[in-house]
């Protein structure tokens, strides 16, 4: 048998329970709270990585250059340095704020593996002295992938 909703509407009106009723009209929402506002990044202790690179890592790293070790003293017109040193300025900010082991990290995982591979005989720098520039070799040759091989 179909009941019409006019008819079922109404018993289950009749079946309310009141104290139910009276309970559900006690529940107020709450309101919403705004999103708490971003937190402020940590200021930086050095401005750039220019800065930082001359200023910190410049007297911190100390090495004899020469057959084992080469630098350029205008390590920006090495886009490969540029990189490198960039983000070894930005890995120090970060791990910086770990009072614990963030410099031991830093250490380990950033300032050595990547100050050995820019200052390798091989490396980016290869034909500079610390006292000359020497222009930097051509960029990797690359060709074109076939169409349609990475979609």
């Known amino acids: 048998m179909i009941v019409p909703p006019d008819a079922w509407a109404g018993s289950v009106q009749d079946r309310t329970d009141p104290a139910l009723e009276a309970l559900a009209a006690s529940v107020k929402p709450r309101p919403r709270q705004p999103p708490p506002p971003p937190e402020e990044p940590p200021a930086l202790q050095f401005p750039d990585s220019p800065t930082w690179v001359q200023d910190w890592l410049a007297p ?13 003293q205008t390590w920006w017109e090495h886009p490969e340095a540029v990189l490198t040193l960039d983000a070894l300025w930005r890995a120090w900010e970060h791990l910086g704020l770990d009072g ?4 031991s990290v830093w250490l380990r995982d950033h300032y050595r593996p990547h100050m050995d ?23 990797l040759p690359v060709g074109k992938p076939p169409d349609g091989l990475f979609s």
């Open 100 to 103: 614990a082991t963030g410099m």
């Open 60 to 72: 911190f790293y100390r090495r004899a250059f020469g057959q084992n070790r080469v630098w350029c």
């Open 117 to 139: 591979a820019l200052t390798d005989p091989d490396g980016p720098m290869r034909s500079c002295t610390p006292e000359r520039h020497q222009d930097r070799p051509e960029p």
